[in-house]
């Protein structure tokens, strides 16, 4: 079936260093892909969206890049700061119109 | 304005009861979206409801059920509860629908089947 993975569960950083958190796909019909953030207790929040006509998007102290050819997508932190640790997943609109998550990477902000 | 409301927040039931969980969408927002999280499966998709219709389904067995209701307020329902149902529910909703833009969650129902 359909799949949309992380390569690693969890993440280490020192605060102000840059993070990466990959993400791979399954599915290359797949065509909107979103970055959620989960802190302890509460309910994901989006981050920042992507669609397949693009390659990259930024945001506030966040970029995505979408590469289609390996079917991966990369959500890059600038700056991390402590506020940033938190569990972080992809998801990707299926050709059902479903949005499935995947496994999430926790996120770790050394002081 | 306000978020997505989920009730009960916590809640422990026995094997074989049933549990009605429930989710008050943003208002306006017509499309309410149900997910399991669980520590090993991570964001399950159990089902999304727009305007009263479900419109997706995940693959959970028929003891998960849903409904959406006029206003948009929407329940899910486990009956016969396993060991396994164990697990934080969250709702979810969105304008148009979950495949076309942001979700906004809820902080969840914890379920917790002894």
């Known amino acids: 079936g359909e799949s949309v993975g992380l390569h690693l569960p969890t993440l280490s950083v020192q605060e102000g260093d840059n993070s990466i958190i990959n993400c791979a796909y399954s599915?290359?019909?797949?065509?909107?892909f979103i970055w959620y953030k989960q802190e302890s207790g509460k309910g994901p929040q989006f981050i920042i969206d992507i669609r397949s006509n693009m390659d990259k998007r930024q945001g506030q102290r966040v970029t995505v890049l979408l590469n289609k050819t390996v079917k991966h997508l990369s959500l890059q932190i600038a700056a991390t700061q402590p506020g940033d640790s938190a569990v972080y997943f992809c998801a990707g609109r299926t050709s059902y119109d479903k949005v499935i998550f995947g496994p999430g990477t926790s996120l770790s902000v050394i002081p | 304005k306000a978020g997505v409301t989920q009730t009960p927040r916590y809640l422990i039931k026995t094997r074989g009861q049933q549990v009605t969980l429930s989710c008050s969408p943003i208002?306006?927002?017509?499309?309410v979206s149900w997910y399991q999280q669980t520590p090993g499966q991570g964001l399950q998709f159990l089902f999304e409801y727009f305007s009263e219709t479900q419109r997706n389904k995940g693959n959970f067995p028929g003891r998960f059920s849903g409904r959406q209701f006029s206003n948009s307020r929407s329940e899910m329902n486990v009956s016969t509860l396993e060991l396994g149902d164990s697990a934080l529910y969250l709702c979810?909703?969105?304008?148009?629908?979950?495949?076309?833009?942001?979700?906004?969650f809820g902080e969840g129902s914890r379920l917790t089947v002894l």
């Open positions: 599915n290359s019909a797949s065509d909107y």
């Open positions: 979810a909703s969105s304008l148009t629908g979950s495949g076309t833009g942001e979700l906004f």
């Open positions: 208002s306006g927002h017509r499309s």
